[in-house]
Antibody
């Protein structure tokens, strides 16, 4: 079955960096675009970034553009989110989500359980 | 950016009731509209894609309709396990955007 498991979250000081990972299994990872979506505590969902199936195209929310970098390693079935210059407003649960298609349908058909990032001094 | 507005923000209904949640886009998005269900402490789950297509494994009491700017999620007969927050999301273009959510509670 499709399984997505995020890791790398934790407490980080403002201005520091953090890299999240998402290990994928149960499907052909290289055949799907992938996303990161976040949810601040008690708040709604916010799309963060999208990467195409081969990693050649990336798209970002304006709120993280120039600050976060999405990447993937199809040989390791792993998605990444490199986050830099972290701010308190980046505090959220970060979800890895699968797109149904290689050429992004821009929907999310499977989600990981999420990893909590807390930016605090 | 396309703004997605959901209403109501919360509702309370009885088991067996018909429940309707609406979602409005700030511009036409054709049928590029998806619905998700999120239970407390869990990741969201896809219910409806392309405005009206039921995701595999989702009970048929859930249905979606609409196109252009106005969309509806309907639960035909509310069940206790449907207590959750529901989000719409446009997949017309990036940045992808969600509605603010509708919390459905059971009376």
């Amino acid at each position: 079955q499709v399984l997505l498991v995020e890791s790398g979250g934790g407490v980080v000081q403002p201005g520091r960096s953090l890299r999240l990972s998402c290990a994928a299994s149960g499907f052909t990872f290289s055949s799907h675009a992938m996303h990161w979506v976040r949810q601040a505590p008690g708040k709604g969902l916010e799309w963060v970034a999208l990467i195409s199936s081969d990693g050649s195209n990336n798209y970002y929310a304006d709120s993280v553009k120039g600050q976060f970098t999405i990447s993937r390693d199809n040989s390791k079935n792993t998605l990444y989110l490199q986050m830099s210059s972290l701010r308190a407003e980046d505090t959220a649960i970060y979800y890895c989500a699968r797109d149904p298609r290689a050429v992004a349908a821009k929907a999310f058909d499977y989600w990981g359980p999420g990893t909590l990032v807390t930016v605090s001094s | 950016d396309i703004q997605m507005t959901q209403s109501p923000s919360s509702l309370s209904a009885s088991v067996g009731d018909r429940v309707t949640v609406t979602c409005r886009a700030s511009q036409s998005i054709s049928s590029y509209l998806n619905w998700y269900q999120q239970k407390p402490g869990k990741a969201p789950a896809l219910l409806i894609y392309a405005a009206s297509s039921l995701q595999s494994g989702v009970p048929p009491r859930f249905s979606g309709s609409g196109s252009g700017t106005d969309f509806t999620l309907t639960i035909s007969s509310l069940q206790p396990e449907d207590s959750a927050t529901y989000y719409c999301q446009q997949s017309y273009n990036t940045p992808l955007t969600f509605g603010g959510g509708t919390k459905v509670e059971i009376k």
